[in-house]
Structure formats: C-alpha cells, structure tokens
C-alpha cells in the first residue's frame, strides 16, 4: 500500500512481507546514518529513538490518499491494510485495482474498513474491476457506507464484459461521476440526480465500448450538472439516428435529441452547462 500526504503525489512502495510486516520501506541506511551523526549528545540519541513509533503515527495521520502499487493488490494485502485503516485516518482518497475472483471480498472489506475509519474519505478510484464487484460497490455508494462519497472513478476490465450500475440512481452525495469502459443499460435512473461532473470514456480497442442510451435519457434529471465530457463514445450513444445523417441537409446531424437533452440539463440548472466530446 503507498500512502501520500497530498493528494495526486504517490510512490510505489514494497509488498508487504509476510506475518504483516511493515507496509512501507525504512529509509534507505545511508540516511539514517547521516542522521544519526549530527545527534551528538546521549540524551538526544535516547529522544530520538523513543520519538521513532510517534513520527510513524503522524506520518500515518498526514496521509490523504491511500493505494496499492500496480500488481500488488493481492487478498492478502488487502486484508492486512483493511484491518489497520484507524492508522489512516486522515484519508481522503482510496484507490484500488480489480483482481481475480478470490479477492473481490478482500477489496469490499477494505471499503468498509476505510469507510468506518476514515471520516474525510471522499473519493474512490476502482479500476479494472469486475461486475459482481462493481454491483457490490455501487450499492455500497448508494445506500450503505461509502453514501458519502462525492467522487467515484470507475473503470471496467473488458475482458470480464460490461458492468451494471443501476444502484448509483439512489446515491444523492455523489456530484462526480466518471465511467472508462463497459456499461450496460442500466434504466432511466442510474445517474444519481446530485451530479455536477460527469466523464464518460470509452477506449478505442474496446470496439463499440459504451455504445448505449441509458445515460441519456437518465441525465435530465442531474439538474445540477455543471460539466459534461464525453470521450469515445459511438453515434448511437449519443442517440444519433443512422439514417438521419445520410442527408445533413434534409435531417441536420442526426444528433437533435442529445442537443436536446443537453439544452433541457442547462436550463435546469439555470446556467450553461460545460460540454466537451472527443470522438
């Protein structure tokens, strides 16, 4: 697990070593000679030892962001930092990759370590995640602890199909939303109406990707929306009729019940709404 004590600036750290080891690396040797040379006085060296276990504890009280360097988020891993998340307390941002089926437990029960320990924690980042995880969370999101987060960055691996996030309807902290991958038509009211920021993305090699009109219809009703981005996303996710854009003369673009809908949102916030979209 890396831990940073401003968000965005994160280090990769070691596997934790078996019979839960520290987490992070000791300061490399040179260092703490160096150190150690300008304590001259006996009393002071004393001091300085017995302030080694406080200077963990405030390190560990400074961190705002908590994660798990790239290949190393194994169940065991998860486990031995979802059962010391009070020594975090101060977090804000939690990051996690998705990992096979034996650790979808692991990842959920540190959710709600840091949900329960963690007062400040606002955002969670779940990355290549899989569908049975991704319908956990967002109930979780909705309803259940993490209903206080007001940013969730999601993305799906393409290999284990689409995912399902019809319960995010129900989350009413949530003002930043952003999906990467597959989706499923998820309703009329999968967008939870308290959105201020919405990301959609889809990636070139996933094909056809998140080629679907369900955010469409359940948008109007995030009448606080204040920013829209789409990236990726095909004609008939942005419900544009083949037909229709044969003849742009005739027909315009076939592209009038997504300006529509954008010019429904922005009125209802009552101010315009900041768009941006990247075929």
Not at 46 to 52: F, G, K, P, V, Y
Not at 113 to 127: G, I, K, N
Not at 128 to 140: C, N, Q, S
Not at 180 to 201: D, K, M, N, Q, V
Request: with cysteine; aromatic share 4%; glycine share 10%.
């Amino acid at each position: 697990m890396q831990t940073d004590s401003s968000a965005g600036s994160m280090q990769p750290q070691q596997r934790p070593a078996p019979g839960g080891a520290a987490l992070h690396p000791p300061l490399a040797l040179d260092v703490l000679r160096h150190i150690v040379a300008h304590v001259k006085d006996g009393a002071t060296r004393r001091a300085l030892r017995a302030s080694s276990s406080g200077l963990r504890r405030l390190v560990n009280a400074s961190a705002a962001e908590l994660a798990f360097p790239e290949g190393r988020e194994g169940a065991d891993a998860m486990r031995h930092v979802a059962a010391r998340c009070e020594q975090w307390r101060g977090v804000r941002v939690l990051r996690v990759r998705g990992a096979g089926a034996e650790s979808v437990r692991a990842l959920l029960d540190l959710l709600d370590a840091a949900a329960r320990h963690c007062p400040e924690l606002d955002a969670v980042q779940a990355w290549d995640i899989r569908r049975d995880f991704a319908t956990t969370l967002t109930a979780r999101v909705a309803t259940g602890q993490l209903a206080k987060l007001g940013t969730l960055d999601l993305s799906s691996d393409p290999s284990l199909g689409p995912l399902l996030l019809s319960p995010l309807g129900a989350a009413t902290c949530l003002t930043s939303l952003r999906l990467t991958g597959l989706f499923h038509e998820a309703g009329e009211a999968w967008l939870p109406s308290s959105l201020r920021r919405l990301r959609l993305y889809t990636p070139p090699d996933e094909g056809a990707g998140m080629c679907e009109t369900s955010w469409l219809d359940s948008v109007v009703a995030c009448t606080r929306l204040e920013a829209l981005q789409l990236i990726g996303l095909c004609g008939r996710g942005l419900s544009m009729d083949p037909g229709e854009g044969l003849n742009v003369q005739e027909n315009g673009d076939g592209l009038q019940k997504f300006y529509s809908v954008l010019a429904q949102v922005g009125h209802q916030a009552h101010r315009g709404v900041g768009y941006a979209a990247i075929a």
